[in-house]
């Protein structure tokens, strides 16, 4: 039983396109995140909902959306996709708003941008 | 700005020998550290969570230390094995409504037969 589970682990698209990626956990937790992983490995947030609503939201395009209809599932909308947005982008939840919980991440979706 | 930075980068060491990775952080306020394994092609997962008032914490051959007074964190690993090949990444999570989890870059640790 995967605890926190992408769609899909690869992805790879034309500059333009838009795509989206999802993400399911069947934790119970409460908060869920979206991180993206360059190629020097750094891994960088980008959203962060608490009970279906924004909580964080980084410096990121608006051609980024993400969207939770409900506590446990939280998707990565991405429009008109460029060169710059390939990267494994990871998909994480905690319990108590991350404070003391531990984060579980997903496997990732290496999305390719051609 | 809050960051975590973490040292070497990367690591080769013999199957069998001990090493120690260093993470240096300057996230204000401070709730807890985490050290996460993240073996290629995978998600992170957690080894162990250090609080402010923890010094040191073992997970199996893993031990990390804590020194909240410096902003000074290492995980040693001791009687390496190949599996331990990965990369290790430190994360402090702040101490405040958001619980913003600040990650460093990672060490790749590659240990070798």
């Known amino acids: 039983d995967t605890a926190v589970s992408q769609t899909p682990k690869y992805l790879v698209t034309q500059m333009g396109n838009d795509k989206s990626i999802k993400c399911e956990q069947n934790?119970?937790?409460?908060?869920m995140y979206w991180y993206k992983q360059d190629s020097k490995k750094f891994l960088k947030i980008m959203f962060s909902?608490?009970?279906?609503?924004?909580?964080i939201n980084e410096t990121v395009p608006n051609r980024f959306s993400p969207k939770s209809p409900d506590k446990a599932h939280l998707n990565l909308h991405i429009n008109s996709l460029e060169l710059g947005d390939s990267a494994v982008y990871f998909c994480?939840?905690?319990?108590?708003?991350?404070?003391?919980?531990?984060?579980?991440f997903g496997q990732g979706t290496r999305l390719t941008v051609v | 700005k809050n960051q975590v930075e973490q040292s070497p980068q990367s690591l080769i060491i013999l199957e069998g020998k001990n090493c120690t990775l260093q993470?240096?952080?300057?996230?204000?306020?401070?709730?807890?550290l985490r050290w996460y394994k993240q073996d290629t092609g995978r998600g992170p997962v957690s080894l162990t969570i250090?609080?402010?008032?923890?010094n040191t914490k073992s997970n199996g051959r893993y031990t990390a230390t804590l020194d909240a007074d410096t902003k000074q964190s290492s995980l040693h690993i001791t009687a390496s094995q190949l599996s331990d090949s990965a990369s290790y990444i430190c994360?402090?999570?702040?101490?405040?409504?958001?619980?913003?989890?600040?990650f460093g870059g990672g060490t790749r640790l590659m240990v070798k037969p």
């Open positions: 994480a939840s905690t319990l108590d708003g991350g404070r003391w919980g531990e984060a579980f």
């Open positions: 934790l119970g937790h409460d908060t």
């Open positions: 909902y608490n009970n279906k609503e924004l909580i």
């Open positions: 993470c240096n952080y300057t996230v204000s306020p401070f709730s807890n």
């Open positions: 250090m609080t402010f008032s923890e």
């Open positions: 994360v402090v999570t702040e101490g405040n409504a958001g619980n913003m989890l600040t």
